[in-house]
Each structure stands twice: as structure tokens, then as C-alpha cells.
């Protein structure tokens, strides 16, 4: 279950607490949109004890838009790097990876 606790000083923190599944990123997200565009967001991941692959690709989506990850796990943190290395492999031309393939590289 997860517990999401925000607070505002000059940035906005969402201190979220728990296991984060690919069910609460419709909430996490909808909180997101409510805070007005020019506030510095960030989401404290010091509590969380568990990820799901559909948080994790929301945290890096998170992350990509300028939200700001602090006390990230380790583990989620080399989930993220995975899948931003996994996603740009997939938008690169099929040409060039088999060029690359048949070079040796």
C-alpha cells in the first residue's frame, strides 16, 4: 500500500511511503497535474520498500519531465537507467543495429 504525504516550502515534496504499483500511478499522477507548472516538484523515495515495473517507468517519465527524484533506492535507481537504456535501443534504426551486429560492435 502506498502513502503519499506532500508538503510545500518554496518546492513542492511528495514523501511517498510503501510499495508503489503500476495501480497508484493514475493518483500519483493526477496530484502531479494539480500543482501549478511553475512549482519545483519532487518526490522523496526514501521510504518506498517496493517498485513494479510500472512505477518505475513512471518515476523515469517523472524524472524526464523535471520532477526530481531524492533518496532513490538503489535498486530503482539502476531499474531506471535499464529501462531509459532499453527504450532508446528500441527507437534506434533496425539497420543500424544489424550493421552494428555484423561488425562486431
Known amino acids: 500500500m502506498l502513502k503519499i504525504q506532500r508538503s510545500a516550502n518554496g518546492k513542492v515534496v511528495f514523501t511517498l511511503s510503501g510499495r508503489i504499483e503500476a495501480e497508484d500511478v493514475t493518483e500519483l499522477q493526477r496530484l502531479l497535474e494539480l500543482e501549478p507548472v511553475a512549482r519545483h516538484l519532487v518526490l ?18 517523472c ?14 535507481r539502476e531499474w531506471i537507467e535499464r ?11 533496425k539497420d543500424r543495429k544489424r550493421s552494428a551486429h555484423r561488425h562486431g560492435k
Open 44 to 61: 522523496d523515495l526514501e521510504d518506498v520498500t517496493l517498485a513494479d515495473r510500472g512505477a518505475v517507468t513512471f518515476l523515469m517519465r
Open 63 to 76: 524524472e524526464q519531465s523535471g520532477i526530481r527524484l531524492e533518496n532513490c533506492p538503489p535498486y530503482i
Open 83 to 93: 529501462e531509459k537504456g532499453t527504450r532508446k535501443s528500441e527507437r534506434e534504426p
